[in-house]
């Protein structure tokens, strides 16, 4: 199981972090968001032992994801936030190394004001 939390209310410009704990060991990870009207994107991903990131090219230079594996737990720190940033914020994991996002978190909503 994937729990997401820390979304909010930010003015543009701001900050937030996003945590996603896990109920055991994951396999990569990553966060997606969804807009609404719009389909589910992909934000950024990491692989089991944090070695290796990659980011949406709208991410890229403000969201910084990391995962703490003694926790269980990743995380998605926001910089710089931008009203297209508005979106509910899901935490996947990978059901099997190179495998797709198999597991899911409920979402957390940010908002960003302009």
């Known amino acids: 199981q994937l729990q997401a939390s820390g979304g909010g209310l930010v003015q543009a410009g701001g900050s937030l972090s996003l945590s996603c704990a896990a109920s055991?060991?994951?396999?990569?990870m990553a966060w997606f968001r969804q807009a609404p009207g719009r389909e589910r994107e992909f934000v950024a991903a990491?692989?089991?032992?944090?070695?290796?990131?990659h980011y949406a090219d709208s991410a890229r230079g403000r969201f910084t994801i990391s995962r703490d594996n003694a926790k269980n737990t990743v995380y998605l720190q926001m910089n710089n936030l931008k009203p297209d940033d508005t979106a509910v914020y899901y935490c996947?994991?990978?059901?099997?190394?190179?495998?797709?996002?198999?597991?899911w978190g409920q979402g957390t909503q940010v908002t960003v004001s302009s």
């Open positions: 990491i692989t089991s032992s944090g070695g290796s990131t």
């Open positions: 996947a994991a990978r059901g099997v190394v190179g495998g797709p996002y198999h597991y």
């Open positions: 055991g060991r994951t396999n990569g």
